[in-house]
């Protein structure tokens, strides 16, 4: 096999790059401290200079995307069990809205969404990447995702890979899939405030939201590589303690650390200038959105939201249920957060390429983290 750029987790622990490599890999150098942003003070700032956008049409793209996310609420239950997933177009600014029944378009389309007739939609896309997932991924193949646009699954794979005898095991039409030829193979990137960088035994991740578990503790969520049940975790000032009380790691990307001292709640993210954005809650953003993350090695950085349900295959396992974005992202980055305006959106797990050149990274949704350990987002 010829040789490939490494898409690896972003964190600088013993579970994370730069410790756990493919053999022959290397690792990439992590900064001690994440590099400084500039005068780049908004989430308008930081759009402008990923997005290539003007400061009123960044302006007028948060806006829009925030209709977008009540309008979406709307057209959901509207469609029923015919819904089949939401588009976002950050350049007409328009929410489309799929459904697998031709008789809900109307109903769709009163709440002031277009509609779109497709025949997997989301629920007929996750059947297929379920039956991919239960057969395990072959060597050579770096995952598969589902394209809602495309009402496609997107097979990912190195040059050379064969996936007729996949398809042929889960019992997949090859009509359903788009096989996608990369040469890249992806890798992961470790007061409480998100993107902040935090320690545990000499590696480095990144805080991704402030919240509190059923009994009240604080803490806050991150990815699961960054460490195992037990593991303690410092701030970076050595003042703040905590220890993992739950961590998910490979087939999820998700952790809990517990407080245990010196480190208070907050609702904020870092956008490493001095400033921070507020979180309010937790709303999913559709597929297209702008999201920018925070993290601790490359700071505060825009893209937008290109697929859900991402099963992704790192030399440290696979990890199913990941959002791939267009966010550049390094070692150290993992666990920071992803947020859409104000709405928390997950945690960074791994990805491939860096902030000088881009790439592509992959997060953890936050709100199954929440339902499944009974977390509290902190939003005030």
């Known amino acids: 096999m010829r040789p490939f750029p490494a898409i690896s987790l972003i964190g600088t622990g013993v579970l994370a790059f730069g410790l756990v490599l493919a053999p022959g890999a290397s690792a990439a150098p992590v900064p001690a401290s994440p590099a400084p942003q500039g005068d780049d003070t908004t989430m308008i700032d930081a759009l402008v200079r990923d997005l290539g956008l003007t400061p009123l049409g960044a302006e007028t793209l948060i806006e829009a995307q925030e209709e977008a996310l009540k309008t979406d609420a709307a057209a959901a239950e509207a469609a029923g069990a015919a819904y089949g997933g939401s588009l976002f177009d950050t350049e007409t600014r328009e929410l489309t809205v799929l459904v697998t029944d031709a008789g809900a378009a109307s109903a769709v389309e009163a709440t002031g969404a277009r509609a779109e007739v497709v025949e997997h939609g989301v629920d007929g896309l996750a059947d297929i990447v379920e039956a991919l997932d239960a057969e395990g991924v072959p060597q050579d193949v770096n995952g598969w995702y589902p394209d809602v646009a495309g009402d496609t699954v997107v097979i990912e794979v190195l040059e050379g890979a064969d996936t007729a005898g996949l398809l042929e095991s889960a019992g997949v039409d090859p009509a359903s899939v788009e096989v996608v030829v990369t040469d890249e193979a992806p890798e992961l990137y470790a007061d409480i405030v998100g993107g902040d960088a935090y320690y545990m035994g000499g590696g480095r991740c990144s805080i991704g939201f402030p ?170």
Do not use: K
């Open 211 to 380: 919240a509190t578990d059923s009994a009240g503790n604080p803490g806050f969520v991150t990815a699961g590589h960054c460490g195992t049940v037990g593991t303690s975790a410092e701030s970076s000032d050595g003042s703040g303690s905590g220890v993992f009380d739950e961590s998910v790691f490979p087939g999820s990307d998700s952790a809990f650390v517990r407080a245990t001292s010196g480190w208070s709640l907050t609702n904020l993210v870092s956008r490493y200038d001095g400033t921070t954005q507020t979180v309010s809650g937790s709303d999913e953003a559709p597929v297209g959105s702008a999201v920018c993350r925070s993290g601790s090695t490359t700071g505060w950085h825009c893209g937008t939201i290109e697929a859900r349900g991402q099963t992704v295959s790192y030399p440290q396992g696979t990890v199913q249920n990941l959002t791939r974005t267009d966010v550049c992202a390094e070692p150290g980055d993992s666990g920071g957060s992803f947020i859409a305006g104000s709405q928390a959106q997950g945690v960074t797990s791994g990805g491939s390429g860096n902030c000088s050149s881009g790439g592509t990274t992959y997060y953890q949704e936050v709100n199954p983290m929440l339902s499944s350990w009974g977390l509290s987002l902190s939003t005030g």
